[in-house]
C-alpha cells in the first residue's frame, strides 16, 4: 500500500515471477492491469508462441490475441525484465497530441525513432497526425478527435465512434502503422474501448502504445462526463523478437516486495539490495520528474494519470 506523511511518498509494488504453469488463454484472458497482462503474454509467447521469420527476423508469435484490461487507469509496465519509463511515455502523449511527424521533436527522448524515419526526418506513425490534426486528416472539416466527440454526444449509443489510422499507404516503408483502428462504445454510462492492431511487439510496443490508447480512453470519458469501462486489445501478431526471448536474455522476472521513500532532499532508501542499482534510479528520477511537475501546476492530464498510475494507487 501507498502511505503519505507530509512530503514523504511511499510508493511499492510486486513483480511476479513468471509462472511455470501458463495461464489458461493467456492471449484471450482478462487482466485487471497493463503489468499482469505483460507479464502473462511476454511469458506464455516465450513458451508457446509459435515461431516465424517476418522480413527474416525471428519471433515467437500468437495469431489473433484478444485480451481485455480491466482498469485503464492502471497502464503502466513496472517488471525487471523491462520497465516502461512514465516519462518517456508523457513526453510521447506530447508528441502524439502535437501532431508533428518531424523525428527531431520525439528522437531527443528515444532514438529509435530516427532508425524508422524518412530521408526527410519524417515519422509516418504519429498516430497524433491522423487524430487531431483537421487539416491532416479531416472529417467534415473537423479533427478526428473532434468528429469522434461530436458523435457520441449527438448519440450515445453510437456504433461509429471510430479513430482510423492509415497502413495502405506506407505498406513498403520502413515506418508501416501498426495500429488500424481506435474504436470507442458508451453502454450503461461507461466508456468501453477496442483497440485494432496488425501488428505489436511485447517489449517495445506494448509497453508505450497501452499508455496512450488507455489514455485516449480516459481523455474522452471525462470529456463526455462518463465513467470508465474496461480496455480491449485486439492484435493481428502479438509477437516477440528473438534477442528478447527468455533464454537470450540476461535480464529475469523477480517476485519481490519493493518498497521506496522519497522526500525532499532527495534521500533515497531501498530495502532490498539486490534490486539492479541502475533500475532502480532510473525508476525513481522518473517518478520524481513527474511528481516535480505536477507539483508545479502543469495541468496535462497525462502527468497526473502517469504519476498516480506509477504510485501505483
Not at 232 to 249: A, C, W
Not at 259 to 268: G, H, K, P, T, V
Not at 283 to 303: C, M, Q, V
Request: charged share 25%.
Amino acid at each position: 500500500m501507498n502511505k503519505r506523511n507530509g512530503d514523504i511518498i511511499m510508493y511499492s509494488f510486486n513483480v511476479r515471477k513468471s509462472d511455470p504453469h501458463l495461464r489458461e488463454n493467456w492471449s484471450t484472458a482478462f487482466y485487471l492491469n497493463a503489468n499482469d497482462a505483460w507479464q502473462n503474454v511476454f511469458y506464455g509467447l516465450n513458451v508457446a508462441g509459435i515461431e516465424s521469420s517476418p522480413r527474416g527476423l525471428k519471433i515467437r508469435e500468437v495469431i489473433g490475441a484478444d485480451f481485455i484490461i480491466t482498469d485503464p487507469r492502471q497502464n503502466l509496465v513496472h517488471n525487471t525484465f523491462k520497465t516502461a519509463s512514465p516519462y518517456y511515455i508523457a513526453q510521447e502523449y506530447f508528441w502524439y497530441h502535437s501532431g508533428s511527424r518531424k523525428v527531431d521533436d520525439i528522437g531527443k527522448y528515444s532514438k529509435f525513432w530516427y532508425k524508422i524515419a524518412d530521408d526527410n526526418g519524417m515519422i509516418n506513425s504519429n498516430y497524433g497526425a491522423y487524430i487531431f490534426d483537421k487539416d491532416y486528416f479531416p472529417i467534415n472539416g473537423m479533427s478526428q478527435w473532434e468528429y469522434l466527440v461530436d458523435t457520441l454526444k449527438k448519440d450515445p449509443d453510437s456504433r461509429q465512434a471510430i479513430l482510423q489510422i492509415p497502413i495502405t499507404p506506407f505498406k513498403g516503408t520502413k515506418d508501416v502503422c501498426c495500429t488500424s483502428s481506435l474504436q470507442f462504445f458508451i453502454r450503461n454510462n461507461k466508456l468501453y474501448m477496442i483497440t485494432y492492431m496488425r501488428s505489436n511487439d511485447i517489449v517495445l510496443g506494448f509497453r508505450n502504445d497501452i499508455p496512450f490508447f488507455t489514455s485516449l480512453q480516459i481523455d474522452l470519458a471525462n470529456e463526455l462526463g462518463v465513467e470508465l469501462g474496461y480496455y480491449r486489445h485486439m492484435v493481428g501478431s502479438l509477437h516477440v523478437y528473438e534477442n528478447n526471448f527468455i533464454e537470450n536474455s540476461d535480464k529475469k522476472f523477480m517476485y519481490e516486495y519493493i518498497e521506496f521513500i522519497i522526500n525532499d532532499s532527495d534521500d533515497i532508501s531501498k530495502e532490498d539490495k539486490d534490486i539492479d542499482d541502475a533500475l532502480f534510479n532510473h525508476t525513481i528520477d522518473d517518478y520524481k520528474i513527474l511528481a516535480r511537475r505536477e507539483k508545479e501546476g502543469l495541468s496535462n492530464p497525462i502527468l497526473k494519470y502517469m504519476a498516480d498510475n506509477f504510485d501505483n494507487k
